[in-house]
């Protein structure tokens, strides 16, 4: 839920394929709580409740299971997140991470635009995996395709 990512991702870099192995040492500290969220929640998040989510999901990797919470106990601990209002758009951590992402970005560059990966910025084409797909802003694309499914229906 923290990372908007799948269980399993080997189009990933090594290292992240596996999103247990990936994320478990960022999920018991805060500082570094920030590098698990989706950046396409850009900032509309509240930390408590992303916080109170890592500890929740830390126990649930519980290398014992009989450490880990019943379903019904995730769902009651999750329940009063929703309301939390301490968005993270205003944290400094936040702000300071945004601008290490940016400053990342601007040195992947080159000078056309294009990524390392074959990936280019501002709308043009990118064939990674040699499947031609559109990046309006890199910093929110999703590597994930939308489902052909809006309103239930296949389009």
């Given at each position: 839920m923290l990372t908007g990512r799948r269980s399993m991702d080997k189009n990933r870099p090594s290292g992240e394929h596996n999103l247990v192995e990936w994320a478990r040492p960022y999920l018991g500290e805060k500082?570094?709580?920030?590098?698990?969220?989706?950046?396409?929640?850009?900032?509309?998040?509240?930390?408590?409740?992303?916080?109170?989510?890592?500890?929740?999901?830390?126990?649930?990797?519980?290398?014992?299971?009989?450490?880990?919470?019943?379903?019904?106990?995730?769902?009651?601990?999750?329940?009063?997140?929703?309301?939390?209002?301490?968005m993270a758009s205003?944290?400094?951590h936040y702000q300071a991470?945004?601008?290490?992402?940016?400053?990342?970005?601007?040195?992947?560059?080159?000078?056309?635009?294009?990524?390392?990966?074959?990936?280019?910025?501002?709308g043009q084409l990118s064939s990674k995996n040699g499947r031609p797909r559109v990046i309006t802003n890199i910093s929110h694309a999703s590597p994930y395709r939308q489902s052909p499914r809006q309103n239930g229906k296949v389009s």
């Open positions: 500082r570094r709580l920030y590098r698990l969220i989706d950046p396409r929640l850009e900032g509309n998040f509240s930390i408590k409740g992303a916080q109170k989510a890592a500890q929740l999901a830390c126990h649930c990797l519980s290398r014992d299971p009989k450490a880990r919470p019943l379903m019904s106990e995730v769902v009651e601990a999750l329940r009063p997140l929703l309301n939390l209002k301490d205003s944290s400094f991470l945004q601008a290490e992402r940016s400053s990342r970005q601007q040195q992947l560059a080159n000078g056309n635009g294009q990524l390392k990966n074959g990936a280019y910025l501002n």
